[in-house]
């Protein structure tokens, strides 16, 4: 066993170093301190992401309520519609930001329902009037806003 303090071979480990007095400090500048974060216990302090570096500019509660505004509801897909398909049908209206296909965990197939987020809600109300009660796959789709999340 190797000492990191004196980096001596022997029986003594870093902690009960016996030449600790006599090292030289170490040479990337830091002594075992504990960090600023710490409490008095030893414990370090809870920081919120909303507080933590380049984070502290977003208020923590962007990922809950993404642009729920701008979803319309897809119902009535077939069992082979993928996110690729959906995407491809909404893409003539305008920019899109997210695509969800509700799959069936056991079969992998699709549950017959899917969401999609425009970017502009304009874009939206014309996929909505355009595709609802459109043919696709040989089935009729049924395109609606979708209702805000609950949770």
Same mark, same amino acid.
């Given at each position: =066993?190797?000492?990191?303090?004196?980096?001596?071979?022997?029986?003594?480990?870093?902690?009960?170093?016996?030449?600790?007095?006599?090292?030289?400090?170490?040479?990337?500048?830091?002594?075992?301190?504990?960090?600023?974060?710490?409490?008095?216990?030893?414990?370090?302090?809870?920081?919120?992401?909303?507080?933590?570096?380049?984070?502290?500019?977003?208020?923590?509660?962007? =990922?809950?309520?993404?642009?729920?505004?701008?979803?319309?509801?897809?119902?009535?897909?077939?069992?082979?519609? =993928?996110?690729?398909?959906?995407?491809?049908?909404?893409?003539?209206?305008?920019?899109?930001?997210?695509?969800?296909?509700?799959?069936?965990?056991?079969?992998? =197939?699709?549950?017959?329902?899917?969401?999609?987020?425009?970017?502009?809600?304009?874009?939206?109300?014309?996929?909505?009037?355009?595709?609802?009660?459109?043919?696709?796959?040989?089935?009729?789709?049924?395109?609606?806003?979708?209702?805000?999340?609950?949770?």
């Amino acid at each position: =066993m190797l000492c990191r303090t004196c980096g001596k071979k022997g029986d003594h480990w870093t902690a009960r170093c016996p030449y600790k007095d006599q090292a030289p400090p170490p040479a990337n500048g830091t002594v075992d301190k504990p960090p600023a974060s710490e409490t008095s216990s030893g414990k370090t302090a809870y920081v919120p992401p909303s507080k933590r570096g380049a984070g502290a500019k977003r208020n923590g509660t962007d =990922m809950k309520h993404r642009d729920e505004e701008n979803t319309i509801r897809f119902t009535n897909l077939s069992e082979d519609a =993928m996110e690729s398909d959906l995407r491809e049908l909404v893409a003539p209206f305008g920019p899109v930001s997210r695509v969800h296909v509700g799959i069936d965990r056991k079969t992998g =197939m699709c549950r017959g329902f899917g969401y999609v987020n425009f970017v502009k809600k304009e874009d939206a109300e014309r996929a909505v009037l355009k595709l609802n009660g459109y043919g696709y796959d040989s089935l009729i789709l049924r395109v609606e806003w979708a209702d805000p999340r609950t949770n």
